[in-house]
Nanobody, 117 residues
Framework: QVQLVESGGGSVQAGGSLRLSCAVS???????????FGWYRQAPGKLRELVGT???????RFEDSVQGRFTMSRDNAKKTVFLQMNSLEPEDTAVYYC????????WGQGTQVTVSS
């Protein structure tokens, strides 16, 4: 059974940085390395939205509001995906999740990111 475990969230002031991790278990490494992943976030009262994706070639794409501030990486050997968040803004406050680009796996518990002004 696939399991996604997000970690690394916390409370920071505006302008700060956080690095989120998503550890994937329950899938072979070959499947992990062939999967495009997405980081998502859900703010209170809002729908869950896609923040960015990282494909099998480590190419990344981001939603406009985080472009230039967030980066993504992956470690196929450790079956882990990362989201580096810099220049954080209060609008980035949300619970952050990872999943496949097609949201195909069961969601993890997410990790809370709170940015104060």
């Amino acid at each position: 059974q696939v399991q996604l475990v997000e970690s690394g969230g916390g409370s920071v002031q505006a302008g700060g940085s956080l690095r989120l991790s998503c550890a994937v278990s329950g899938v072979p490494g070959t499947i992990f390395s062939q999967t495009t992943f997405g980081w998502y976030r859900q703010a209170p009262g809002k729908l869950r939205e896609l923040v960015g994706t990282i494909n099998t070639g480590r190419g990344t794409r981001f939603e406009d509001s985080v472009q230039g501030r967030f980066t993504m990486s992956r470690d196929n050997a450790k079956k882990t995906v990362f989201l580096q968040m810099n220049s954080l803004e209060p609008e980035d406050t949300a619970v952050y999740y990872c999943n496949t680009a097609g949201r195909g796996w069961a969601w993890g518990q997410g990790t809370q990111v709170t940015v104060s002004s």
